[in-house]
């Protein structure tokens, strides 16, 4: 059973007066990347082989995610009479797919696999806690802090998972480390400037670069520094270090200065 559900949303309380096009835009996109989750959750259920617990709970989030697709996909038709979801997200499918058919870790180890999932789940639980606190709009406010608390619920189920398979493959600190940035770089892949081109355009032909910077440029702009600190500190937990004291308090710093940076830089080049 899902942890809420489209009727549990104030769909009748929908404001078009305060409706922002930017976030439209947003919002469009994150409806691709959510609603794409049953490809992720096939590729999981391969990796986990044999662990019957573990691919009934990804086939779980899997449903989750694709309800925040569908549910965000519904309110971005009622904020733009012109977009279709079901039209644009197989756009999306033509042109982005992952590969359903692999049976081991991209990241080398189960456990590699596990803290892969949590850095995702802290880049989305930002973003709709983010989104929320930025639209004035009371219904999409409603839906990004329902999706917001699956996001951290789904952080933490992950986290609990990689703490059994740590156990069992005690992989390095270092190696978790990397997994971590590893996934951190991967943010500026395909996935994400695809979903908003596909989303978005409006004919044109799909440029990675302006599309990328299209996105950043708007989703940049929603987060302030606590939400960042606190990412910083779910990623270190998840690293197996110390989610507070002087590393965490110089990487919060660090991250906040380099996300005002490409804000700034993103401005600047749009000028």
Known sequence: MAHWSPQDIPWESFDPARVDADIVKLVKAAAMVEKNSADYATYLCNVFAGDAAFQKAARHWAREEVQHGDVLG????MADADFDFPARFATFQRGYRIDVERVSSV?????????ARCVVEVGTS???????DAV???VLKAICGRIADDEFRHYKLFHSYLQRYQEAERPSR????KVVAGRIAESDDDELSYAYWAANNQGEPYDRR??????????NGLYNRRIVGRGVAMTLDAAGLKADGWLARALSALAWRVMQWRRWRLAHAAA
């Open 174 to 177: 270092w190696a978790k480390v």
């Open 136 to 138: 004035n709009e009371p």
């Open 126 to 132: 930002s973003y709709y806690s983010a989104l929320g």
């Open 107 to 115: 990241r080398g180890s189960r456990a590699g696999e596990l803290v």
């Open 210 to 219: 302006a599309s990328a910077a299209a996105y950043e440029g708007l989703a």
């Open 74 to 77: 519904r309110w971005a038709e």
